[in-house]
């Protein structure tokens, strides 16, 4: 079988929507799916950080600007979102919030709001855009899980009971879908520098425990997800659905 790699993982002619998408790993996500000839809409709050990675990115990158925790927002952006270049081939759910308060401090807005970004907005989102994929009888999403969806951390309750509830929702979402060629898996970053970690990351020692704890020896690079992320929204991840990857290093493990 003669079939060229770079044919596998190509998305030319794809169109993506990435949640999260004004900085951290939803950004390095949605500017590695553009760089492999995807069409992206990213989504975030923040106007100006989207207005500034669109303009860097070039014409194959547009932007709503959104706050996913309001369901009457979601409403709106499923119907905008195929404005850009038409309906989406490629959800990616990467936006997330973690309030980090100790289980005795969580409060009700605290939680909802939790539950609201983490869990819920991922789901509605998906169920809008999943008719026209049903339609071209492709599509791929991509929920992002989290090393909590396994292990519990301190002040990490109802990011935890979130980001669990997102391993069991992939794997939900895949029994529903996959037999109409849309495929739902998850990836589960280990310690990245993001706005979400940067309480680790500005603790010289937290950071190093971590690292250590790998296998490899190391936290993590922004870039060390653009592999993953393209093997599952590519056609070469056709037959691996309902499956949840750590791209930790090997946290996990040890």
Not at 31 to 48: H, M, P, Q, W, Y
Not at 66 to 72: A, G, I, V
Not at 188 to 194: L, S
């Amino acid at each position: 079988m003669n079939r060229k790699i770079s044919k596998l993982f190509s998305l030319e002619g794809k169109v993506a929507c990435i949640t999260g998408a004004s900085n951290g790993l939803g950004q390095e996500v949605a500017s590695t799916l553009v760089e492999n000839g995807a069409r992206v809409i990213g989504i975030a709050r923040n106007k100006n950080l989207l207005e500034s990675w669109s303009q860097k990115t070039g014409c194959n990158a547009a932007y709503i600007t959104s706050d996913l925790t309001d369901r009457n927002n979601i409403k709106k952006i499923t119907t905008q979102i195929s404005e850009f270049f038409g309906p989406p081939d490629i959800l990616i759910n990467a936006a997330g919030v973690n309030t980090r308060e100790h289980a005795d401090d969580v409060t009700f807005n605290n939680w909802d709001k939790t539950i609201e970004l983490n869990l819920a907005a991922p789901f509605f989102i998906a169920q809008a855009l999943v008719p026209n994929m049903k339609r071209k009888g492709w599509g791929r999403i991509v929920n992002f899980a989290s090393l909590q969806s396994r292990r519990a951390f301190p002040s990490g309750l109802s990011y935890g009971a979130s980001k669990g509830g997102v391993e069991q929702m992939t794997r939900a979402m895949a029994e529903a879908w996959s037999s109409k060629g849309i495929t739902v898996n998850a990836i589960a970053p280990g310690f990245f520098p993001t706005n979400l970690t940067a309480a680790v990351f500005n603790n010289p020692k937290l950071s190093k425990k971590n690292a250590e704890q790998t296998c490899i020896g190391r936290n993590g690079k922004l870039e060390d997800l653009s592999g993953p992320i393209l093997f599952l929204c590519s056609k070469a991840s056709n037959y691996v659905t309902g499956q949840m990857l750590f791209v930790d290093g090997g946290f996990t493990v040890k």
